[in-house]
């Protein structure tokens, strides 16, 4: 991200409220001499004023900087650490012990210097590792970047992962009692490029490769009958190429305050590309904004994922985790396909902080004709927003997501959807 601090503007804003204190106080004095019959001596001006006229408490106090300058030097400070420097995090989990980590986000456009282009929308890439005193890690790089006057974009994913998963099950009925620790081990690529066709809309491959060489259940939990021929055969390439779909209609792709966003892509996962495993896997992503009261905004998420095919445990359809289903933990809930669909109310408060309040609903199942509205679960929450970066409008967020039996406090950056 780019941060441009104009001093000149602050200087001039501090000059004009002196300026403007100055001329108050002439003006209010010299009505007070008025008042007071007094006058002026000679060609000098000269003149005689009471003590009480000259009084340290007629006399306003000028600060030499306004309180609102103080929180944007603060805010300056913060943007420029965020451009430079990693964020620091611990947690602490049964599964993992002690965790420490640091995570890097920056936005940034890439239009090669063109001060004139305010077209181009803003790129991303993430980067965070962390590890736990049981010696377990994962490595992640996320880029999403969208080239100049917005005709192509590429998507580039890579992560590599020896991190235990807390396992409920399969199904849209599984207990918290059913808990266990799914130990998994792998690295995993992901990579589209789509180009611009026709208006807002895209198109353009895909490339999935994950290679899962440690899926088991962690020393002392036992699978149960009803998920043992899931976690039978799991270990193994998945490799696939797709299609995907995309219609880029929102103001910011990073903090959008209106338009539409449109995701599908169908994926095959096959012997000649590398794959152990043979299934086909859809996905639709549907987002709508709208701010029709000032910096009010509403956004709305529809999603789903329909897997059908020889699919290995870990590569279900899930809900739950950090950018849906928030009270969810990630992967409590997983089967065949799944769909969710969000609500979200976001709104300032004050100088870099906003707030926002967000509830969805969502449910997993075989298959499409298995759902039903009885069997839908809900989460519920709310969250505080930290501006990071305020050219491309990045947010630091933290969330806190209930649902019927679990709570969970999430950080990261930039909106859930």
Not at 227 to 242: E, I, K, R
Not at 350 to 365: E, H, K
Request: charged share 20%; hydrophobic share 35%.
């Amino acid at each position: 991200m780019q941060i441009i601090i104009k001093k000149h503007a602050v200087i001039m804003l501090i000059c004009f409220t002196f300026s403007a204190n100055a001329q108050l106080f002439e003006v209010k004095s010299e009505k007070q001499i008025a008042e007071l019959g007094l006058t002026k001596e000679g060609n000098n001006q000269s003149m005689s004023v009471p003590d009480e006229i000259i009084s340290s408490d007629s006399v306003p106090p000028v600060e030499s900087k306004s309180s609102m300058d103080k929180l944007n030097n603060i805010k300056n400070a913060i943007e420029w650490y965020m451009k430079y420097f990693p964020v620091p995090y611990a947690s602490y989990s049964s599964e993992t012990n002690f965790l420490f980590g640091v995570s890097k986000y920056n936005a940034f456009t890439l239009n090669k210097g063109d001060k004139t282009d305010s077209i181009t929308q803003p790129s991303s890439v993430n980067a965070f590792g962390y590890f736990t005193l049981n010696s377990q890690q994962k490595i992640a790089l996320e880029s999403n970047l969208m080239f100049k006057n917005n005709k192509s974009l590429w998507t580039m994913n890579l992560y590599l992962t020896n991190y235990p998963l807390q396992y409920y099950g399969v199904g849209n009925n599984t207990n918290t009692e059913d808990k266990r620790t799914l130990i998994t081990s792998d690295w995993q690529i992901s990579s589209s490029y789509l180009i611009k066709t026709w208006h807002k809309w895209y198109v353009g491959p895909s490339f999935d490769f994950y290679d899962y060489y440690k899926v088991e259940l962690d020393e002392g939990d036992q699978p149960l009958p009803s998920d043992s021929v899931y976690l039978a055969n799991n270990m193994g390439n998945q490799g696939a190429l797709g299609i995907k779909v995309q219609m880029e209609g929102r103001d910011n792709r990073l903090n959008a305050k209106s338009g539409i966003y449109i995701d599908a892509g169908y994926h095959i996962f096959r012997k000649e590309l590398g794959s152990d495993y043979k299934y086909n896997y859809f996905h639709g992503d549907f987002r709508y904004y709208i701010t029709p009261f000032r910096k009010i905004t509403f956004a709305t998420q529809l999603k789903t994922e329909s897997k059908q095919g020889d699919v290995p445990v870990q590569s279900l359809a899930f809900l739950g985790g950090d950018y849906s289903m928030r009270g969810t933990y990630f992967g409590r809930y997983r089967d065949k396909v799944s769909f969710v669909t969000e609500l979200e109310m976001r709104f300032p408060v004050y100088w870099i902080f906003s707030g926002v309040l967000f509830n969805s609903i969502g449910q997993v199942a075989p298959k499409y004709s298995d759902m039903a509205f009885k069997n839908f679960h809900y989460n519920y929450g709310l969250g505080l927003r930290v501006k990071v970066d305020s050219k491309n409008d990045v947010n630091l967020r933290f969330d806190y997501g209930i649902s019927s039996d679990q709570q969970f406090f999430i950080i990261n950056f930039a909106e859930a959807f």
